[in-house]
């Protein structure tokens, strides 16, 4: 229990990680859920859901969409002033009159879906309102700061006024890159502990930033505040100076399931200087050239990645359906991690309101009976 239980407990999670990644894809529970599931015993979806709705955490955008903490939110506006500017984020052409009019129609008559636009465009009451150019006018609202996504409903975005949504002690000054930079080295180490220069700034193409970050780093390993190591395949990190010298943490016997959009695998470069992992998600890869699935979840377990599993949960059968498991050649005993990987679909089962589950394919092959016994007993 590192962060505790509870919805204090989800927003310390979150504190800690920084961002938590916004996903559609549904085969499973959405990955901003599934990242709280590993972390917070007993995560419930509402959770998340009573943060936003408390003001602790806020939708934007950090390397994709995300969930933020609220006390970050002045380093979402370096990204939102160049929108506003005129950086491209979705769409070329910004329709500036049709913006106008959906922020006033908020400012007056309060926070509105992009579903609501498109049932007033299907009942024909009003001639310009046409959903999709007004949805992509409210994305572009929301990109550039003038609009907050104060709820949602379902999956649906509520968006309404920033100074509505947004906290009134919250810092709103325009971050220098030598501060933003200082942010994103602290949430970094703080979240991963080695950490590369790629790594800080993942997928973020400001190169002002990028220098601030190398600068940065450069001052702190010459001040002795941090340590350079080169990984047997010459990746370079940076950690503080000392860590190597503290005891190792204590690894317990649980196996993880780990979303694909989790914070400990996203970056995959690192994946696999840090951990010898080669991991791809598969969902965008044609299926016929698919190894492990359409949306395999590596499988975590004494600090290593022991394997990857794809699996769907049908939720109206109430049943977990695992397509295929694959386990990777590794220096553990297979028992220990088979009596882990049942706990762990125990709870997986349970977080999707599953009662069975199935197993269509494990590789080695030679596993597959003594999990398909095991795993019917769990039905």
């Known amino acids: 229990k590192p962060f505790g239980n509870g919805v204090n407990a989800v927003r310390r999670a979150i504190q800690h990680l920084g961002y938590i990644q916004i996903d559609t894809i549904s085969v499973i529970e959405r ?3 599934h990242v709280l599931f590993s972390r917070v015993p007993n995560y419930q979806p509402t959770m998340l859901d009573k ?32 929108i506003k500017d005129g950086q491209v984020h979705w769409f070329k052409n910004k329709d500036e009159q049709l913006m106008a009019e959906l922020l006033e129609r908020i400012r007056i008559d309060g926070p509105l879906r992009a579903r609501d636009i498109e049932t007033e465009a299907k009942s024909k009451k009003s001639e310009w309102w046409d959903w999709k150019p007004a949805k992509k006018a409210l994305e572009q609202l929301f990109m550039q700061g003038d609009l907050m996504v104060s709820s949602r409903e379902g999956f649906q975005k509520v968006y309404d006024l920033t100074e ?75 950690l503080p100076a000392g860590a190597l010298d503290e005891k190792m943490p204590r690894l317990n016997q649980q196996l993880r399931i780990v979303s694909p959009f989790d914070n400990a695998v996203i970056q995959r470069d690192r994946l696999l200087s840090v951990f010898d992992f080669d991991y791809q998600i598969e969902c965008y ?25 794809d699996c769907k949960a049908h939720r109206k059968e109430r049943c977990l359906e695992i397509k ?16 882990a990987f049942l706990e762990a679909i125990k709870k997986f089962m349970a977080f999707h309101s599953c009662d069975s589950v199935t197993l269509t394919e494990v590789q080695p092959k030679a596993l597959f009976q003594t999990l398909r016994r095991a795993l019917g007993d769990l039905n």
């Open 31 to 33: 990955a901003h859920h």
């Open 51 to 82: 943060l936003l709705s408390q003001r602790h955490v806020f939708e934007y955008w950090s390397h994709a969409a995300a969930y933020l903490p609220v006390e970050d939110y002045r380093f979402s506006l370096p990204y939102k002033q160049a």
């Open 164 to 238: 509505r949504v947004l906290p009134s002690d919250i810092n709103t000054a325009l971050p220098s890159d030598a501060e933003f930079a200082k942010h994103l080295l602290d949430q970094q180490l703080r979240c991963h502990g080695l950490v590369s220069l790629k790594g800080i700034t993942y997928l973020r193409r400001n190169s002002g930033l990028k220098q601030a970050v190398k600068a940065l780093v450069d001052a702190q390993v010459d001040a002795g505040v941090l340590t350079q190591v080169q990984l047997h395949n010459e990746a370079m990190f940076y």
């Open 285 to 309: 890869v044609p299926e016929a050239k698919r190894k492990f699935g359409y949306f395999s979840l590596p499988l975590l377990y004494q600090g290593a990645f022991v394997g990857r599993m």
């Open 324 to 339: 295929s498991l694959h386990f990777e050649v590794h220096h553990f005993d297979q028992d220990a991690i088979n009596t």
